[in-house]
């Protein structure tokens, strides 16, 4: 089977469903505004998109596999609380029907209080609740079934996670299990990193630490057939150590989620509003970002990216992309600047990934151009 | 690259075609000629293959499509009246499953769609046609033309004119373990033109397996009349074994057509893992010709069987049959070496269970069989329609003989205005449906007498292993001959279908586990339900019905009512439709279904309402003599009365039927005690109040088909009937003709009075 991913339209945020060879789902991120189920509002409403490609189990559930979030930032957490079941997998009510989360794949973040650089929204305060129980189940009971699962995606400072061993995955490190099962995947988690000294500390969480995930998605049955690169809102200091930690081949992709929504702050500590064209461009952000393979992808999820000062997304961040892309054949893709209100949707097959190719005479666009502008009649 | 569009003449369909092209995403370029010099409009587009990154990368698949292909379109002369037709490059990959079996001569056409290509242009557009082409492409690249979801494409070969009549449930059925090849018994039609040359061969294999006579006689017959040929011949049937590692060997590669002669069809055969077996089938026959020689040739039908990896597409086999013709003449060659032309045949296949099942959307495998009592217009119909599914009756009962009249409401036809009548109706059906491959067993008899007399054990007649026996004989009697006790527990269940109002109502009962509901308790409550209903009511019960009745032969008592087959039809569809998902999904497990169906007003939409009915429940019935059968529902109701008057004595008025031919009362209503009634622990006294008023509106509603049986009331202790009661069921039986009911509830079940006035001729005495 085709591996295939979704990358939702969803403005500045991140959601992205990935569902693999063997059929099973990993929802990284979501950003599920409340415009996207209003019926009068054009938004598109994301939150039916996302049902419609999962699965329902036996006892009539909805469910993913496991849930990524990335950094506990609204634009990849908000419409949890509302959408999602949370808490004890038994309490989920046929009556509001939310998405059953199989495991949670968490940062270590959610053992941290709220600092006063970072206070939680309720979605992301929602998700470390329920971290917190599915960990504390873990500790006395074991791994637990779905909708109990959880894994944390990196250490965390002053041993927090030490005794997590069966549940912890270290920088540096790859798994390929989801929900309990061998998965049709090998994700490396490259971040977030444990910081060396208080400082290291200080400046990471400065610049969104983020988990930052390199996974090898199998397809048509072929191993490693792309490779994806998430880095959720990652900024440049943790891009500049990524180069320092990794080789070339462990930051490789095909396939490039643009940092933070396009921002230049991934590959500048220059302001690109304040400083316009006179910003200098880190060189081992770049590089760490820069390992693009033959025919390499760069997807931003971010509203369509225009040409003047704001960021992100950034049109400095675009430019450099796509330079990074010249040299490989690849191709710079903005989410929100694809046709229709769907998913703009990667297939990963024996040969690679490619576009989803949409049928063009099902569309509007084949029948009418009525309704994408006024038209007089005098 | 943006495509750049030459300068276009006026608009055309051709034109149109052209700018839905320009518009086309996967269209990359275009470059046209208005006329060909054929008076074709011929353009070639540059199409996006839409190739994954890393064939991308190196600018093609691993088969070889490229990034971007030219794709010629030629607008014939009729376009837009027939679909352009869509070439490849010469020198794409011609293996793929999706390509015409054009020879190398012509250029590659891929099958864009499953189906028609013009019919897909008239819904979708030409857009539509670039849209499966562009699909076309990108599978392509990936070999993914045959889907194994979708199922194993068979072998082009659509353009052919000889024709292989091969039961394919059978013939899949030959293939063993070991590779092998068998002759079996075939017949042949062929048109043969003025040159005598045969434009087309039909042969039809049998099953009978035969052996190769010397010299071939009688083997190999001949006869012509008209230019048409006909005779017996020879069949051969191929199949593949092992492969080298013990698995079965499977067909996993698709391979074009291309056998032309003998030579190239053992080379296929060998491919498909049957050539050693067919070479030496071969060298039989050239062996058993004895240098024979033919003046007019012999059609050799040659079959190979070849297991896919897949079931084919509308399959559950995964065996394909790849049929050829070989034309045997005089001192021909049938050595691996051989010229000897063969032809290449489509196989279609003989009516069979399997057949009519896949066409139908069944699935293949046992299904319980079935009983069918009555073969008129319901029976036939049913029994038809389910035929047609490969689900027919393997039992069919009727006692009469088709009349003229039956020909204006029945499933069959009459050879001739004259012809099929008198014959059995069960005969009738059952030559119908063995021509369906499904020839049941029949039965010319009066079931209800049969069933009646307690000569015969009802499992003789009805196969106990069946799922069902389906009454439609709209015969009271059948009906309650299938409901008595000792007939109920030796048959299947009863699903009993007819037409009621002159064809308004439609009507399916299905009864309960262990006979309960019945389909005469079923039956009784149905009249209830439709006197219920006002819309129908009058209809159902009318005096109409025999006020309508045709006049069918002189002197001839039947009673039909006036009624087009095509509503019978709209009637008698559904209900094959229920029967096949009962048969499929099984029976209720805890209680009966009445199912109506209603025609509206305007004589077209008809409405189905199924009526869950829970088991009756019999009072006292370790009691001899009448039967009291009350529907569950009445019981409960009596349940609630009794309960809500705890330490009085209550009760009312039982409505329902009595059946004469089974002695049964089935109580399926009640009136509720008028408001002078008197309750009190010691009696309870029914009042008159309203009742009588009740009483007529009842009777009038249906026409007098359910009607007060007598009344209930309640002890408070178990205990039999008072004096009271027994002087009140002689004093109410006089005035009924029909025996008197008194229900009486206790603690522990129901009791019965039954009281009946017997008259001696002539006489007054009770």
């Known amino acids: 089977m085709t591996a295939t991913v979704s990358h939702f339209k969803v403005g500045c945020g991140d959601m992205t469903l990935f569902r693999f060879d063997d059929g099973r789902t990993l929802l990284v991120d979501i950003n599920i505004r409340p415009a996207a189920v209003d019926p009068e509002d054009e938004t598109p409403n994301v939150i039916d998109q996302l049902r419609e490609r999962l699965d329902t189990d036996g006892d009539g559930r909805v469910y993913v596999d496991a849930f990524l979030l990335t950094h506990p930032d609204k634009d990849h957490i908000l419409g949890l609380v509302e959408h999602f079941h949370l808490g004890p997998p038994s309490d989920w009510s046929e009556r509001t029907d939310k998405i059953l989360i199989r495991e949670m794949w968490s940062s270590p973040i959610v053992f941290r209080r709220a600092s006063r650089n970072h206070p939680l929204c309720d979605d992301a305060c929602a998700w470390s609740t329920e971290a917190r129980r599915r960990v504390r189940l873990f500790e006395e009971q074991g791994i637990g079934g779905h909708g109990d699962k959880v894994i944390i995606l990196g250490e965390d400072i002053d041993g927090k996670t030490d005794d997590l061993e069966e549940i912890l995955v270290k920088a540096g490190e790859s798994f390929s299990v989801i929900a309990g099962q061998t998965g049709a995947f090998q994700a490396d988690l490259l971040a977030p990193m444990l910081a060396d000294t208080d400082e290291e500390a200080e400046e990471l969480s400065k610049n969104n630490s983020s988990v930052i995930l390199s996974m090898a998605i199998t397809g048509d049955h072929v191993p490693s057939a792309a490779r994806y690169l998430i880095g959720g809102d990652a900024e440049v200091a943790i891009w500049e150590r990524m180069r320092k930690e990794y080789a070339d081949q462990d930051l490789a992709y095909d396939i490039l989620i643009a940092p933070h929504h396009c921002s230049w702050h991934s590959l500048s500590h220059d302001s690109w509003s304040d400083l316009g064209e006179d910003v200098e461009v880190s060189e081992d952000a770049r590089s760490a970002l820069g390992q693009a393979n033959a025919q390499a992808r760069i997807i931003a999820s971010c509203k369509t990216i225009t040409d003047d000062d704001s960021d992100p997304p950034c049109v400095r961040a675009e430019r450099e992309y796509r330079e990074i892309l010249s040299e490989r054949g690849g191709t710079f893709t903005c989410v929100a600047d694809q046709p229709g209100d769907g998913p703009y949707e990667i297939e990963i097959t024996a040969g690679g990934h490619r576009p989803k190719r949409v049928r063009l005479a099902a569309t509007a666009a084949a029948v009418t151009g009525l309704g994408t502008q006024p038209f007089a009649h005098g | 690259m943006s495509p750049a569009l030459p300068e276009l003449p006026t608009p055309s369909p051709v034109t149109r075609a052209l700018r839905a092209a320009e518009a086309h995403p996967a269209v990359k370029g275009i470059e046209w000629v208005p006329d060909d010099g054929h008076g074709q409009a011929v353009a070639v587009l540059a199409m996006d293959s839409n190739l994954p990154s890393r064939w991308l990368a190196r600018g093609h698949s691993d088969n070889g499509v490229r990034a971007i292909e030219p794709v010629k379109v030629v607008f014939g002369k009729h376009f837009p009246w027939s679909a352009p037709t869509f070439n490849l490059r010469d020198d794409f990959d011609r293996s793929h499953p999706h390509l015409q079996p054009w020879g190398p001569g012509r250029p590659p056409e891929p099958c864009v769609v499953f189906g028609s290509a013009t019919e897909l242009m008239r819904s979708r557009g030409f857009t539509g046609l670039l849209d499966q082409m562009a699909d076309w492409l990108e599978r392509a690249a990936e070999v993914r033309l045959i889907d194994p979801a979708h199922g194993w494409e068979p072998t082009r070969r659509d353009d052919l004119h000889d024709t292989a009549i091969v039961d394919a449930a059978w013939a899949r059925s030959l293939q063993k373990r070991d590779e092998g090849c068998t002759s079996f018994e075939a017949t042949y039609r062929a048109a043969a033109e003025a040159d005598g040359t045969v434009s087309t061969y039909f042969v039809t294999l049998s099953d009978t397996s035969m052996v190769i006579r010397d010299g071939i006689r009688g083997d ?62 071969l060298d039989l026959v050239q062996q058993r010709m004895q240098g024979r020689s033919f003046k007019i040739p012999m059609p050799l039908l040659v079959i190979l069987l070849v297991r896919r990896p897949s079931n084919l597409i509308g399959t559950s086999s995964a065996v394909e049959m790849l049929p050829y013709v070989i034309e045997v003449e005089g001192n021909a060659d049938l050595s691996p070496t051989s010229v000897t032309p063969v032809r290449i045949a489509m196989h279609r296949d003989q009516i069979s269970v399997d057949l009519l099942r896949g066409a139908s959307g069944e699935e293949s495998g046992d299904r319980p069989g079935w009983t069918l009592i009555g073969c008129g217009s319901v029976g036939s119909k049913i029994a038809v329609h389910m035929g047609r599914a490969g689900l027919a009756p393997s039992l069919v009962i009727d006692r009469k003989v088709m009349a003229p009249h039956n020909m204006a409401r029945h499933a069959l036809l009459p050879r001739s205005p004259g012809a099929s009548i008198s014959w059995k109706k069960s005969e009738f059906l059952a030559q119908a449906l063995s021509c369906l491959a499904q020839p049941p067993r029949m039965l010319h008899t009066n079931v209800a007498g049969a069933l009646v007399s307690s000569e015969k054990d009802p499992a003789d007649i009805m196969p106990g292993d069946h799922y069902a026996v389906v009454n439609a004989t709209a015969s009271i009697s059948v009906r309650e001959a299938l409901a008595l006790g000792r007939v109920a527990t030796r048959r299947p269940r009863v699903i009993e279908t007819c037409l009621l109002a002159g064809g308004k109502i439609g009507y399916v009962a299905v009864e309960g586990p262990n006979a309960n509901p019945r389909t005469d308790d079923l039956a009784v409550e149905a009249y209830r339900l439709l006197g219920d209903d006002p819309s129908v009511n009058a209809e159902v019960f009318g005096s109409w019905a025999e006020a309508r009745a045709i006049e069918i032969g002189q002197g001839c008592s039947s009673l039909t009512f006036p009624m087009p087959d095509a509503l019978l039809s709209a009637m008698t569809a559904p209900m094959a439709t229920m029967l096949t998902r009962y048969q499929s999904s099984g029976l209720p497990d805890d209680c009966g279904h009445l199912v109506l169906g209603k025609l509206a007003a305007d004589g077209l939409g008809l409405s189905w309402e199924r009526t869950v009915v829970s088991p009756f429940v019999e009072a006292d019935p370790a009691q001899p003599g009448v039967l009291a059968r009350i529907s569950g529902r009445v019981h409960d109701a009596i349940c609630r009365e009794v309960a809500s008057k705890a330490g009085s004595e209550t009760g009312g008025v039982i409505v329902g039927r009595f059946s004469e031919a089974s002695e049964t009362f089935h109580v399926v209503d009640l009136i509720e005690a008028p408001p002078d009634s008197r309750f009190s622990p010691e009696e309870f006294v029914l009042g008159t109040q309203g009742l009588r008023d009740r009483i007529v509106e009842l009777v009038k509603r249906t026409n007098g088909t359910i009607y007060p049986l007598g009344t209930w009331h309640n002890h408070l202790v178990s205990s039999g009937p008072s004096a009271t009661d027994l002087s009140t069921a002689l004093l109410l039986a006089p005035a009924q003709t029909t025996p008197l009911l008194m229900l009486i509830h206790t603690p522990d079940g129901y009791r019965r009075i039954v009281s009946e006035v017997v008259r001696r001729p002539g006489t007054d005495r009770a």
């Open chain 2, 220 to 281: 190999w017959t001949f006869s012509e009349n008209d230019g048409i040929r006909a005779g017996r011949t020879i069949g051969l049937v191929a199949w593949s074994g092992k492969a080298p590692n013990g698995s079965p060997f499977v067909g996993a590669k698709y391979l074009p057509e291309t056998v032309t002669d003998v030579r190239s069809l053992l080379m296929r055969a060998a491919d498909l893992g049957c050539g050693d077996q067919l070479r030496a089938r």
